[in-house]
């Protein structure tokens, strides 16, 4: 009989130390979801997508890119993306050295800008490049190179 009752006991404890480990399991996880939803709803308000109009104090949002390797270390933005010129701004989701260029029409060679690194919001900016702006649309068609493979975000 006792030793029924210790392994009652026993498989009891089993049982509830089982229950305990789920129900953390099941707290952590609701935690989790909790935190995710204000966190992703805040990012959502952070930024504009889309400004009326450049120059308005604010960064407006232009393009956005999978950067695509072209060799070792080598990454490049495929389409170019369109500024007022004023100032540009890259986000990216790594650590990177980028490298801005501006893209003319085909016979001419793209003009370097210069090469900014990211911050620790992992964004780099270039200021003070109107000069770049030409042609009939009046505005600089950027692209850049990065030495790692990252998503990024242009603004103007």
């Given at each position: ?46 930024e504009s997508q889309v400004s009326p109009k450049a120059g308005d ?81 009046r505005k600089a068609e950027f692209y850049i190179i990065g030495s790692k493979s ?7």
């Open positions: 009989m006792r030793n029924l009752q210790q392994f009652s006991a026993r498989r009891l404890v089993d049982v509830l130390s089982l229950r305990r480990g789920t129900w953390t399991r099941i707290y952590l996880l609701l935690l989790v979801l909790v935190f995710m939803i204000p966190l992703s709803a805040a990012n959502a308000v952070g104090g604010v960064w407006n949002w232009i393009g956005e890119d999978q950067l695509t390797r072209l060799g070792p270390n080598y990454y490049v933005s495929a389409p170019t993306v369109n500024s007022t010129g004023g100032d540009f701004r890259v986000c990216s989701t790594v650590h990177d050295y980028y490298t801005l260029y501006e893209a003319d029409s085909v016979p001419n060679a793209p003009d370097l800008v210069w090469t900014e690194r990211t911050g620790s919001n992992k964004c780099a900016v270039w200021r003070g490049i109107g000069g770049f702006v030409d042609g009939d649309n990252a998503y990024v975000w242009f603004y103007d």
